[in-house]
Structure formats: structure tokens, C-alpha cells
């Protein structure tokens, strides 16, 4: 694949200004087709750049090529030393994998949303499909926290008598 952006008018009309994304395919013996593949930060430093969305400027950016499904990232550029610090703290520490089985409380924390309509959700399970919780508002939320915080003893000691 090659990827280019018009510059201007030479002698023939066409100028062109390649800018850099160039795949090849290696065709095998037995004939079935590979195609190369760059590494993230080779395709990160072809691609990153500024856009400025509603006044406001973004760094953006790609790290796969030619995959449906995926596509270029953009992060507010106030926020973009905060984003680093959490990519660099995933690398030291690791990465929730996608088959890993959560707990319930890395499952809350990983779902806990507010919505742009005020209202807020979660979920108690992983599995897929499994619809969440749903509070009316903030204040709602807080409500249903300070419920749950007031019931905690009581659970315990009931749940201690379960058999």
C-alpha cells in the first residue's frame, strides 16, 4: 500500500509529496500472500500528528495498519502526559488479559460510567450481555452508596449464619 498526499502542480501537472506508509507483499512458494508488518512505533511516528476538533487541539495518532476495526486515537494534548503515565505504568505492571476472570470489584470499577444524560451505571458481573445497574443521577448514585455502606455489618452478620 502507498499512501500520498498532493503538493502541487510540476511541469506534468502531478507532484506528489509521499509521506511515508509503505506495505509489500511477499509472495511464498506455494503461493499464499504475507504481508509485512511494522512495528507500532514505526507506524505511531509516521502518523502522529494535531488536530484541532471544536478549538480544541489533540495529538493523534495509529499504531495498526490495514486491520478493520482499528483506528486512529486521539488524545486531548493537555491530557496527553497523563495517557503516557498510564500506557508507561501498564508496561510495568501489566495488563488485565481479556480471558483473564475478573472480580467483582475489578469488574465494577472497569464499568463504573456516568453517562452524558447524568445517569450512572455499572455492572457486578463480567460476563457479556449481562445488562448493569442504573441510577437516575449522581445524587442518586451517592444515595444508593450510603445505603449499601449502612448495610454492610448487617450483611456480614447475616451472611455469617448462611449455610
Not at 504481508?35 to 495518532?61: C, H, L, M, N, Y
Not at 490495514?66 to 502526559?81: H, S, T
Amino acid at each position: 500500500m502507498l499512501q500520498y498526499k498532493y503538493q502541487g502542480d510540476d511541469l506534468l501537472g502531478i507532484s506528489l509529496n509521499l509521506i511515508g506508509v509503505f506495505m509489500s507483499d511477499i509472495i511464498s512458494l506455494f503461493g499464499e500472500s504475507q504481508t509485512q508488518v511494522r512495528p507500532a512505533k514505526d507506524i505511531i511516528r509516521s502518523t502522529i500528528g494535531f488536530e484541532k476538533i471544536d478549538g480544541q487541539w489533540f495529538v493523534s495518532f495509529s499504531t495498526i495498519e490495514n486491520r478493520k476495526g482499528y483506528g486512529k486515537q486521539r488524545v486531548p494534548v493537555q491530557e496527553f502526559a497523563a495517557f503516557v503515565q498510564v500506557l508507561e505504568n501498564a508496561v510495568t505492571n501489566g495488563i488485565h488479559r481479556e480471558d483473564e476472570e475478573l472480580s467483582c470489584v475489578d469488574v465494577v470499577k472497569q464499568s463504573l460510567i456516568e453517562a452524558e444524560d447524568g445517569t450512572v451505571r455499572f455492572k457486578t458481573e463480567p460476563t457479556k450481555g449481562k445488562k448493569p445497574t442504573l441510577f437516575q443521577d449522581m445524587d442518586d448514585f451517592a444515595g444508593a452508596v450510603s445505603m449499601l455502606a449502612n448495610l454492610q455489618e448487617m450483611i456480614e452478620k447475616k451472611a455469617g449464619g448462611l449455610k
